[in-house]
């Protein structure tokens, strides 16, 4: 063969495994999402969501409760909730530091599990503590394997890339009035807000929505949002989810001002068994 078309050959092959490559990156998710809005008692049809996605009686539960105060005492309490549900198996692991989450022993027993679920308390502790770890890496690939990712509270904030960290002044709509920082990335087109009608919280997600042109999903207590591999979101629980969609949003800033102004956000208001749709990145 010519040495032309072997090089024409050797250009559209690799071509074309660039191309497949590149579009395997944006359908690589299998997993899916269980948040929930905080509050007590959690969503009972949420919780059994969770262990079935993690694969029911053969599921493998990873719980990291170091969110809360009482980390102990919250481990104590889930792995005893998750074995009554009948799983396989159900451990905590209370990884207190970042060399305990970049640790061998830690990362390679992380990758036998099929459920993550976060517990409530103050997120800031998680991100500190798995940030640019290996294990937060393994979250993320457990994630794309098909894991299910399950939190409530913090462990609902976490979620999102762009992370509310319950710090800022939300009785203005200024930028930079809310504080964020990178949380665990399993959702990159969308920001989580939790006890959201409870706790009034409706302008932080919205000076975030005008601010980073994202949708702001906002989950009340006792309330859950089932995010699907396809984007598909289904509500569950006892009250509502409040969606803000910047899709047609216009803006009107000013130069002289921080104050955060814009046109057409759209705002829905789901209760249980109701879906949305989450954009692809």
């Known amino acids: 063969m010519p040495k032309f078309w072997i090089k024409i050959s050797l250009?559209?092959?690799?071509?074309?495994?660039?191309?497949?490559?590149?579009?395997?990156?944006?359908?690589?998710?299998?997993?899916?999402?269980?948040?929930?809005?905080?509050?007590?008692?959690?969503?009972?049809?949420?919780?059994?969501?969770?262990?079935?996605?993690?694969?029911?009686?053969?599921?493998?539960?990873?719980?990291?409760?170091?969110?809360?105060?009482?980390?102990?005492?919250?481990?104590?309490?889930?792995?005893?909730?998750?074995?009554e549900s009948g799983v396989k198996k159900a451990k905590a692991f209370c990884i207190l530091d970042s060399l305990s989450a970049n640790a061998d022993p830690t990362v390679d027993s992380l990758k036998s599990y099929t459920g993550f679920y976060f517990s409530g308390g103050d997120q800031s502790r998680l991100t500190t503590i798995f940030r640019n770890s290996r294990s937060l890496a393994v979250f993320k690939q457990r994630y794309a394997e098909g894991a299910v990712m399950g939190g409530t509270s913090a462990g609902a904030a976490i979620m999102s890339k762009i992370m509310i960290?319950?710090?800022?002044?939300?009785?203005?709509?200024?930028?930079?009035?809310?504080?964020?920082?990178?949380?665990f990335g399993f959702l990159t087109t969308a920001i989580i807000d939790q006890h959201f009608v409870r706790r009034s919280r409706f302008n932080r997600l919205l000076s975030l929505v005008i601010?980073?042109?994202?949708?702001?999903?906002?989950?009340?207590?006792?309330?859950?949002?089932?995010?699907?591999?396809?984007?598909?979101?289904?509500?569950?629980?006892?009250?509502?989810?409040?969606?803000?969609?910047?899709?047609?949003?216009?803006?009107?800033?000013?130069?002289?001002?921080?104050?955060?102004?814009?046109?057409?956000?759209?705002?829905?208001?789901?209760?249980?068994?109701?879906?949305?749709?989450?954009?692809?990145?």
């Open 11 to 83: 250009t559209f092959i690799l071509t074309a495994i660039f191309l497949g490559c590149e579009g395997n990156t944006n359908n690589t998710v299998k997993g899916h999402l269980i948040i929930i809005g905080g509050g007590s008692p959690r969503p009972a049809a949420a919780m059994q969501k969770f262990v079935e996605l993690a694969g029911g009686h053969e599921a493998r539960i990873a719980i990291i409760p170091m969110a809360s105060e009482v980390y102990l005492e919250s481990a104590r309490d889930y792995e005893k909730e998750f074995k």
């Open 211 to 281: 601010q980073f042109r994202q949708m702001g999903i906002g989950i009340d207590e006792k309330t859950a949002v089932w995010v699907k591999p396809n984007g598909e979101a289904e509500v569950m629980g006892d009250n509502v989810v409040l969606v803000l969609n910047p899709r047609q949003i216009t803006f009107q800033d000013s130069a002289y001002s921080n104050l955060l102004t814009a046109r057409n956000i759209e705002l829905s208001v789901y209760r249980g068994g109701e879906i949305f749709q989450i954009s692809s990145p």
């Open 165 to 183: 960290t319950g710090e800022g002044n939300w009785n203005v709509l200024e930028k930079d009035s809310v504080e964020t920082i990178e949380g």
